[in-house]
């Protein structure tokens, strides 16, 4: 079945450092392939996607990878703040319905 | 607010009870999704609304579970006989109908359920 991995365990990073996050997929060839944000108790926020024939795609401090070949995805945020502590999930758009597949969610805490 | 909007915000009920969850998407949204979140887990998709039609029911959706969208507006999640297994955060989503390049789906706060 689809199934999508990101790392379970925290990410502890510096303020000012660029914090990446990795998503691996397999048994999917997605065309699209998406990022979200979730704070403690609330749903998940849209950040970026990204399709199969883009390599890269950016928005302000956020940058995504998609490499096909090696099914993997990557998350960066460039001068991570303290804000930017979250939970970061990855998710691709399956079947018809355009209903969401997600990884199981990294966190990500920016330290002082 | 032009977000999407559930509520109750927070639930707790008695084993064997039955629940309801309410869910009013963003209005020029056809499409609403219900997903279930336990701890430490990505959102899990449960069904999907285009309008009022349910085209869409996962395996994980058991029949002590309904959800209806009557008027393709609101939609209500019901959940019948809980049990302590649907202890979870029950998220609603809303998206625009489109080409999978263009679903940004649209998450409201979620109803957090405690079956005790």
């Known amino acids: 079945s689809q199934k999508i991995e990101q790392n379970s365990e925290a990410l502890n990073i510096q303020e000012g450092k660029t914090a990446t996050l990795t998503c691996n997929y397999t048994n999917y060839s997605p065309a699209y392939l998406q990022w979200y944000r979730q704070d403690p108790g609330r749903g998940p926020v849209f950040l970026l996607l990204i399709r199969e024939n883009e390599k890269e795609k950016r928005k302000e401090r956020l940058k995504v990878t998609f490499d096909t070949t090696l099914k993997q995805s990557l998350f960066h945020i460039t001068a991570s703040q303290p804000a930017d502590s979250a939970t970061y999930l990855c998710?691709?758009?399956?079947?018809?319905?355009?209903?969401?597949?997600f990884g199981t969610g990294t966190q990500l805490k920016v330290e002082l | 607010d032009t977000g999407v909007s559930q509520d109750p915000r927070h639930k707790i009920t008695k084993r064997g009870q039955n629940v309801t969850f309410r869910c009013d998407p963003i209005s020029e949204h056809n499409r609403l999704y219900w997903y279930r979140q336990t701890l430490g887990q990505g959102p899990e998709f449960l069904t999907y609304f285009q309008n009022e039609a349910q085209l869409e029911k996962s395996r994980l959706l058991s029949d002590r579970f309904s959800a209806e969208r009557p008027k393709g507006s609101f939609s209500t999640l019901e959940i019948q006989r809980t049990e302590q297994g649907d202890s979870a955060m029950y998220l609603c989503a809303s998206s625009l109908e489109g080409g999978p390049g263009n679903t940004e789906a649209f998450f409201g706060q979620g109803t957090r359920l405690t079956v005790v």
């Open positions: 998710a691709f758009v399956t079947g018809g319905g355009n209903k969401l597949t």
